[in-house]
């Protein structure tokens, strides 16, 4: 029999099958890095570089870096942890989240993994970008003022519901999450209630109409265990996926 491969997770020993990345092997053995764009059902997509980790001294994408045996892994020094508040400090003032005013605090994965980090104030001058709200379609309003672009709603709609719904126009700061239809309203594309595409946003962009405000906020699914006990928002029911 083959030899068991492993590497070492902070001062865990992590055992890894071929083909996987860091992530993969760390989720698997209950070991949580912090991550936003990455979901085990997709593809990696390594934009949100939350998942920063040190390999062997190098930073690295724990979503998207293959696991190589002996291996050594930071993914919970202070510098690590200051790389990451970094990034989400970024995230928080290239869009507009008013976290108290959203119906998805308490459920939401950026806000979850801000206060995993202890990311205290955004740091950064905000960008107050002009962003809009599509309340065009029935059942599903989208808010552009909080999208992270993780392309999460795009690889779901494009693989699983096979409709190709959303797409990201644009490079760098210009970058933006677009609809695919005719007149760019959500209204006017195929997008139902039951695709997948709408139950993985990491944040409260897309949101199913008619059901905000369920649960009150201190009941939500970060109120009661942090992301780092119950991970990913999509991974849970209905219930708990929204506010
Ligand atoms: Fe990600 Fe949500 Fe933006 Fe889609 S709408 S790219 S799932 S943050
Ligand atoms: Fe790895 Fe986003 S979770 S880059």
Redesign the pocket.
Known sequence: MPEQQTFKLDSKTIPFRDGDTI?DAALRAGEY??????NPEFT?????????VSANGRHV????QQAMNDMEVDNRSDAIMDKRRNLLQMLFVEGNHVCPGCEKSGACQLQAVAYYTNMLSPHYTHFFPKRSVDASHADIAIDFNRCIL?ELCVRASRDVDRKNIFSISGRGIKARLVINSDTGKLGDSDLTATDKAVHVCPVGAILPKHRGYDKPIGERLYDRQPVSQVGDVAAHDEDDNHG
Do not use: K
């Not at 990696?44 to 920063?52: A, E, I, L």
């Not at 994408?61 to 998207?64: E, R």
């Open positions: 992530m890095i912090p991550h936003l764009c990455h990696p997509h390594g934009s949100c570089r939350v998942c920063v994408s724990a979503c998207t993780c």
